[in-house]
């Protein structure tokens, strides 16, 4: 098995490798004196995946990957490729005099690409432009999953392009093909995905944000990753016009990219107004945003409604959506409402997103399954199919979508116990783990939106990095590879 997938890992390397080069050649353009930093890593990144493709080079053929094999390669990916993208920042921060841990680094690189937000690092405002633009891109690319990108731009990866694009995605209904080929779908999928961050880009320009600016938080918004280039995250530029602007882009980026990508495909824009999990998360985000505004209107935090509008909107879709932008610290409101902000961060993003959590499909399909049991103890004997979008759901996704909550939920206990017997606070170390599984960056208290995450331990960092990973993988792939079955040829 590790031998198969070996050279598809070289090709994903050398994918990650060139995406070195952006930030490289933006230093050396800025001469902001960080190129130093990126240029090692990308030749590791580079040679280390020519090494292991030669065999699949010379024998002019790729091995084919089995489903296991995919969710292997994933999560060797997700573990292996944030080590890489540590290098720059470790290679800047110490030849700037501050040298940071490699736990703080490695913890800002799964941040980055798990597209969670959350960041170690403070003075983000002094640091070099090409820094904070790898910070940001690091989200992009993940957001939509750099195996994904590779599936996409390098035929050579074709023969176990299935197995890969299964193990990458997320959802409950990740079987379903959008196109007969796996590689033009990623090709579809990764277009829609940049031409919707080009308009998000345009519009935050267009609205007053600088150009270096608008590219780094159109990267954050786009990905759901919420990283920025200021300490004070989005509450930097104190406009109402660039926070609606954010607020309509998340609520984009938290709906199903594949959905799009067929609506366009297909030419018919209205299947998205059509489908039940898009329609779910709108109204769960912008409902809750209704409900903590009246909240902080009747306990007076606010006096003006449209400034209680306007914070309890971005700050519920921000972190509803997992993005984790802050432009006020809203764990100083009523308890209700940071706690119901986190909480949204579970649900409010569809399958086909750039989110993690348990998805909104999920969700639906919960709800729907408690429906049906109630129904068939009042009517024992009736036929009642669960029904979405007007197909009934096979009972292996239901049972699935209920296995998948029940590991959810087991990891956040297990992970805040590990964080527990760390001596962190038990509220700080729930919404640490909900934070972190969720994808979703702040949590309470000093990790909160007012804060961020410099001082947790050495320890408490590397149990949140691999929340990180497990969150952005689904838990499922995870648990499968410590299966004695799974090793089995």
Not at 73 to 86: G, I, Q, R, S, Y
Not at 339 to 346: A, K, R, Y
């Amino acid at each position: 098995m590790i031998r198969r997938i070996l050279p598809t890992f070289g090709v994903t390397l050398i994918t990650f490798g060139m995406t070195f080069m952006l930030p490289l050649v933006i230093s050396i353009i800025g001469d902001d004196g960080a190129g130093h930093a990126f240029w090692p890593a990308s030749l590791i990144a580079a040679f280390s995946g020519l090494i292991l493709v030669s065999p699949a080079i010379i024998a002019r053929e790729m091995p084919s990957l089995m489903p296991r094999d995919g969710m292997l390669l994933v999560a060797l990916c997700w573990t292996l490729l944030p080590a890489l993208a540590a290098l720059p920042l470790i290679d800047y921060f110490q030849a700037a005099g501050k040298p940071i841990s490699w736990s703080f680094a490695y913890f800002e690189a799964v941040s980055g690409l798990t597209t969670t937000g959350a960041t170690v690092i403070t003075g983000l405002d002094d640091l070099p432009y090409a820094i904070n633009f790898w910070r940001c891109f690091l989200q992009w690319i993940g957001g939509m999953g750099i195996l994904i990108l590779a599936v996409a731009i390098l035929p050579l990866v074709s023969a176990g392009a299935g197995s890969i694009f299964k193990a990458e995605s997320t959802g409950p209904l990740k079987e379903a093909k959008l196109t007969p080929r796996i590689a033009q779908t990623a090709k579809g999928l990764w277009g829609v995905y940049a031409a919707i961050s080009l308009a998000c880009f345009f519009a935050y320009w267009a609205a007053g944000m600088s150009f270096g600016d608008a590219w780094l938080h159109m990267f954050s918004t786009m990905s759901l990753g919420g990283l920025s280039s200021h300490d004070s995250s989005f509450g930097f530029f104190n406009s109402p016009t660039l926070e609606w602007i954010a607020i309509f882009f998340m609520l984009i980026a938290s709906g199903s990219f594949a959905l799009y990508f067929v609506a366009l495909h297909k030419r018919k824009v209205l299947i998205v107004f059509k489908d039940p999990e898009w329609w779910g998360t709108l109204t769960l985000l912008l409902g809750s945003s209704l409900l903590i505004t009246v909240l902080l209107l009747l306990r007076g935090v606010y006096s003006d409604p449209w400034e209680a509008l306007r914070a309890a909107t971005f700050s519920t879709v921000s972190i509803g959506s997992t993005t984790g932008y802050a432009t006020v610290d809203y764990t100083t409101w009523p308890i209700f409402a940071p706690v119901l902000i986190l909480m949204l961060s579970g649900v409010a993003t569809s399958a086909g997103s750039t989110g993690a959590g348990i998805k909104m499909a999920r969700l639906i399909i919960l709800i729907k399954q408690t429906r049906r049991e109630v129904m068939r103890m009042l009517h024992p004997r009736a036929v009642n199919p669960l029904m979405i979008n007007g197909e009934p759901v096979a009972n292996g996704v239901i049972f699935a979508a209920l296995a998948f909550m029940l590991v959810y939920g087991g990891t956040i206990l297990v992970l805040t116990g590990l964080l527990l017997l760390t001596d962190m606070p038990l509220d700080t170390a729930f919404s640490a783990v909900i934070a972190t599984v969720n994808n979703a960056g702040p949590g309470l208290n000093e990790i909160g939106p007012a804060g961020n995450y410099s001082g947790l331990t050495a320890l408490q960092l590397n149990i949140c990095s691999a929340a990180m990973i497990l969150g952005r993988l689904e838990m499922m792939s995870i648990l499968a590879i410590f299966t004695v079955e799974f090793w089995r040829e």
